[in-house]
Every structure is written in structure tokens, then in C-alpha cells.
């Protein structure tokens, strides 16, 4: 079992940075991936980014290349999500997960465990 808890959140003006913590429990950080996802109002949940938490590869998704590093710490079990240059469009409430695998996959169903989730606004 692994225990996920989210922090970081919040409002923030657009062009504005936000990072995202993720500090997981329960099972040996270092044998999992994790990743984030984001859901908006009215759409299904998507990919961020993922890592592995062994040899941090990492990957990106398109949307937010440049803009948003994942990273992690093994010593303090936790992974972040660093946001920069915030658009309205990143508005969403920001979810953690992961799973006992050894690189970070891009589908919802690809992972088991689920943090609470994390609101991120953007205003214009």
C-alpha cells in the first residue's frame, strides 16, 4: 500500500510559478514511478509528467515542455512539480500517483495509487 499526500497548491496570477509536492508513504520510494495528472471541469483527467524514482527518468508532456520540470527527492520521499510561466488554461485540480513499476507511464489506468488531488487557479 502507498499513501500519497499533495501540497502546494493554490491562486496564482497568470505568468506566475507554483510547485507541487507529493510525499508518499507506505512502501520503498525508490521502487516506484510516479506521476502527475491534472483534471479540469467538464474533462477527463491527463497526463503531466512522470518519473522514476530510481533513475529519475523523466518525461513531459507536450503541453507543458519548458514550462513545468518534475523532480524528486529519494532522501525526503517526495516528488515535486515545479510550474512556471502559468497560463488560465493550467487551471485544474492537480493529482499525484504512482505505481510498482520502473518507468513512468502516460495513462490514468497505468497507476494504482492516488493522492487526494490539489487545486491549481490561473487568472488572467
Known amino acids: 500500500q502507498v499513501q500519497l499526500v499533495e501540497s502546494g497548491g493554490g491562486l496564482v496570477q497568470a505568468g506566475g510559478a507554483l510547485r507541487l509536492s507529493c510525499a508518499a508513504s507506505?512502501?520503498?520510494?525508490?521502487?516506484?514511478?510516479m506521476g502527475w495528472f491534472r483534471q479540469a471541469p467538464g474533462k477527463e483527467r491527463e497526463f503531466v509528467a512522470g518519473?522514476?524514482?530510481?533513475?529519475?527518468?523523466?518525461s513531459h508532456a507536450d503541453y507543458v515542455k519548458g514550462r513545468f520540470t518534475i523532480s524528486r527527492d529519494n532522501a525526503k520521499n517526495t516528488m515535486y512539480l515545479q510550474m512556471n510561466s502559468l497560463k488560465p488554461e493550467d487551471t485544474a485540480v492537480y493529482y499525484c500517483?504512482?505505481?510498482?513499476?520502473?518507468?513512468?507511464?502516460?495513462?490514468?489506468?497505468?497507476?494504482?495509487?492516488w493522492g487526494q488531488g490539489t487545486q491549481v487557479t490561473v487568472s488572467s
Open positions: 507506505g512502501r520503498t520510494f525508490i521502487s516506484l514511478a
Open positions: 518519473i522514476s524514482m530510481s533513475s529519475g527518468i523523466s
Open positions: 500517483a504512482a505505481d510498482l513499476v520502473a518507468f513512468p507511464r502516460r495513462g490514468v489506468g497505468d497507476y494504482k495509487y
